[in-house]
């Protein structure tokens, strides 16, 4: 090779002569120093001088750039680090020409890209807020009682007087006219029910009031504090109730009929507040009833539950004065009663010139005989059944005001009873009065007497009727015959037959 094509090829960075690269001065004196040769040719292998000049012009600007790009890659390289496969880009991307050449000879497949999306928390539409109820303060027309209810629901009342004392029957109706709880402000309270197979039963909610208690009637009863209740028995169904009653302090497991009722404070009659006054362990009336033991826990989270709730919650007592009743005296000065307010009484002839006695009728407002009372020598008990017996009941009974020898003798006090016919077609006859030893059994019998025998004047009789007559009014069944109970006509009737005294 010649020495000076050697010396460039060293130089070259793409191919590189291992031969050791001649030195430049002793190569220049070994020419100078040979022999000269002179020709108008030159050999094929030696270039001319012009055409070297070009050569090594053309040759460094290729070193030149090479070098450039060398330094540029080392450069980017150094900066970026490893190249790595970027994601396609959402959107259509021009194919490179092998992507073009591969799509014309393979069959395409269809590949689903999905959009980058933004994840945002989506904010749920506000439930809608009912409107606030608005509730409203009721007082009775006594005074004594005053409660909260919905604005929507509607009170009535009646009360009356009786022995000097006012009394209220008020009953409170929700927006459809369903009745939710009875307010009973009672001269007398009746008995329990009969008992002859007893439930278990269950205290499902429990809120002591601010009510007080009559300190001697607490002591009599031992009862805790009065108390709203939630309270179902367990039979065939669940049967509930919702009223204030007063807390037993020694719970049983079972129950024959549970009373609603408290003692309330001094001074003011017995109250009664929620929707029945007896849960009976039969479930008969019972103001509600449920399939399971679940589904009455599940009722006390309505609306229902907790405005009746909160209208029991807020009842408040406190006595009331008011006008007493008159004393009614016969012209013989020998019978006295408290005479209801609107009520008249007179005396009447009664007896014969054999059998001497004295009368009274009593008569309402509007004119319809309501009691008589007849007091004479005359008469005793008698009759036969010829047709068959009928079950008696007694519904109620209280003391009589009569406390004389004779009168305890005879065992006299006010009695309630109804006679069941309905297998005859006749429905329930009733009676109420005052009753004896002898004509008070409750026993099945084909005839009802209330009367008294053995006083000092011979036989006595303060009742609605004495005995039975083809006239007299009758119930369809004992749940209305229950109903009549609660009238003001038999609360004021109940105060008026035992309040009588007589004098020999």
Known sequence: MDPIQNLISGTDPLRHDPAEVPDADAALRRVLAGAPMFSDSLPVDVVRFEDRKRRRARLAGVLTLTAAAVTAGILVATNLGTLTSAPAPAGPVAPTVSETTAAATAKPTATRTTPATTTATETPPP?????????????????????????????????????????????????????????????????????PDPKPYQTLDSVVVDIPQKAGKRQDSAQGPSAFVFRVIEGDKVYGSLALADEDLAPQTTTCGLYNGILGPENVPIPQFGDTTWLMADGKDAPLTFDSLAEAKAYMGTQEYQDVKRMLISLALQPAKTAISPRFVSQDGKASFVLPQGWTAKDVTVGTPDYPGSGIRVTDGAGKTVADFVHGAAGGLGGACTEGTHKITELDTASSSLTADWAAQRAVRFSYRVMDQTSDGKGLSYQVGLVDKSSGPVQDNCLMYTVVTGTPRGMLSFADRAVQNASEPRFASVAEARAYMETPEYLKLKAMIRSLQITS
């Open 127 to 195: 439930k809608p807020v009912p409107a606030p109820v608005a509730w409203t303060t009721f007082t009775d027309a006594t005074g004594q009682a005053t409660f909260e209810h919905p604005a929507g629901w509607s009170v009535s009342e009646a009360p009356h007087t009786i022995d000097g004392g006012s009394y209220n029957t008020v009953e409170v109706k929700n927006a459809a006219g369903k009745t939710k709880a009875t307010l009973r402000l009672l001269y007398d309270s009746a008995g329990g029910p009969a008992c």
